[in-house]
């Protein structure tokens, strides 16, 4: 199977989780559109009723109302059920990198608010080790090279080696890119973090973060496309 194939696999087999009533939370990204699509098509067939979506972005919740997956403002949850969101690498304790999308706030307040997190990727995902993808922080525009400079010393103090740190960019690369709180994103280019709660703990403790990439303890059910469907792993 190509990684897209993948992909559609773990979206799909994330499906067999939902059940009608249910409150879920809708991640962001590439993986997880294919879930909302997939979702849609289920809401429309009758197979599910009565599920209200969280979006965890506008995109996101641009693409839910198009596909006729329901919404509730986030002000109004009391509960949910479940989130289903991708990831840009999953090591083998089920500790993740998200923010390639620049959603990664709202991302982990909602996953931090789920009954269950259930993680969808494709098999090039997964790493022994944390760290080849950059780590996205989110920080206050505010005096961002301060911040920047901070979030360099923390992950060098965690074990980084060299980490490089640069302000993400609108596709022109004239502004800088805003998330959907208006905030700013670091990119940081670690090659590999020995320590993963050492360097979350650190950057959740710098003036200026507004949070990190870095989900620890989130996710309890990992599902992988491959080449034979889609496997279901547990914490």
């Known amino acids: 199977m190509s990684a897209a194939q993948q992909k559609q696999a773990a979206a799909e087999a994330a499906l067999e989780l939902v059940e009608s009533g249910m409150t879920l939370g809708l991640g962001s990204g590439s993986t997880a559109e294919l879930f909302v699509k997939a979702l849609g098509e289920m809401l429309k067939s009758g197979e599910l009723s009565d599920i209200q979506g969280v979006p965890t972005s506008k995109a996101t919740a641009d693409l839910a109302l198009d596909v006729g997956v329901p919404l509730i403002p986030v002000d109004h949850v009391q509960r949910i059920d479940l989130t289903v969101d991708g990831a840009d690498e999953v090591d083998g304790q089920f500790r993740l990198i998200k ?4 959603c ?9 608010a789920s009954d269950l997190m259930a ?6 995902k997964l790493v022994r080790e944390l760290g ?3 780590l996205p922080v989110e920080v206050d525009p505010f005096a961002f090279t301060i911040t920047a400079k901070k979030v ?3 992950l060098r103090a965690s074990g980084v080696k060299s980490p490089d740190v640069t302000l993400r960019r609108r596709g022109d690369g004239t502004e800088p890119l805003l998330t959907d709180g208006g905030n700013y994103i670091l990119d940081c280019a670690c090659e590999r973090i020995p320590d993963p709660e050492d360097a979350a703990e650190r950057l959740a403790n710098i003036p200026g ?9 989130l ?3 990992l599902i992988v496309g491959d080449d034979d469907g889609a496997k279901v792993m547990e914490v």
């Open 119 to 124: 993680v969808i990727v494709d098999e090039t």
């Open 132 to 134: 080849a993808f950059p």
């Open 104 to 112: 990664l706030l709202r991302e982990k307040i909602i996953a931090n």
């Open 152 to 154: 360099f010393d923390a």
């Open 209 to 217: 973060v507004v949070e990190h990439g870095l989900f620890i303890g």
């Open 219 to 221: 996710a309890r059910l």
């Open 99 to 102: 923010g390639g999308g620049a």
